[in-house]
C-alpha cells in the first residue's frame, strides 16, 4: 500500500467508525490495521484520495463513548485478514492511531454533524 502523500489545500474528512466489539478496536492498536464492510470501503478511498488527512474516530456500539481516534494511513486495498473473524469485512488498510483513549458521548454533546440533520456526534 502506498503512503498518502501531502495533498495540500485539501479538505479534511471525519468518519465515525463503529465496531461490533472491543476486541477489533484491541487488534487495530496493536497492528495498525483496520478493515470495514464494503459498503464504507468506497467513501473511505474516495476521502483518502481527495483529501489532506482522513481521521477515524472509534466508538464500539452500546459503549457509550469512544475509544480514541486515528489517520488512515493507507487506502483500502483487496488483501483481507482473518483477525476480526468476520466474512463480511473488506480489505484492510493502515491506521496510524493518535489517542487510545476513553471519552464519553457526553463530552462531545456539543458537537453537531451538519451533514447528518445536525445531531450529536456519537
Known amino acids: 500500500c502506498k ?4 495533498r495540500q ?7 465515525i467508525m ?13 497492528k495498525g490495521i483496520w478493515s470495514t464492510t464494503p459498503s464504507n470501503e468506497r467513501k473511505l478511498n474516495g476521502a483518502f484520495w481527495e483529501s489532506s488527512v482522513v481521521y477515524l ?9 469512544f475509544q480514541g481516534f486515528a489517520r ?12 476480526w473473524g468476520s466474512a463480511d469485512f473488506g480489505g484492510v488498510f493502515k491506521v496510524d492511531w493518535i489517542r487510545k483513549e476513553i471519552i ?3 463530552f462531545a454533546h456539543h458537537l453537531l454533524n451538519p451533514w447528518n440533520d445536525s445531531k450529536k456526534v456519537q
Open 3 to 6: 503512503s498518502p502523500s501531502p
Open 9 to 15: 489545500n485539501m479538505p479534511v474528512r471525519y468518519f
Open 18 to 30: 463503529k465496531s461490533s466489539n472491543l476486541q477489533n478496536i484491541d487488534i487495530s492498536q496493536q
Open 57 to 65: 474516530i472509534f466508538s464500539v456500539q452500546g459503549s457509550g463513548c
Open 72 to 83: 488512515m494511513g493507507s487506502a483500502i486495498g483487496c488483501e483481507k485478514s482473518q483477525d
Open 104 to 106: 464519553p458521548f457526553q
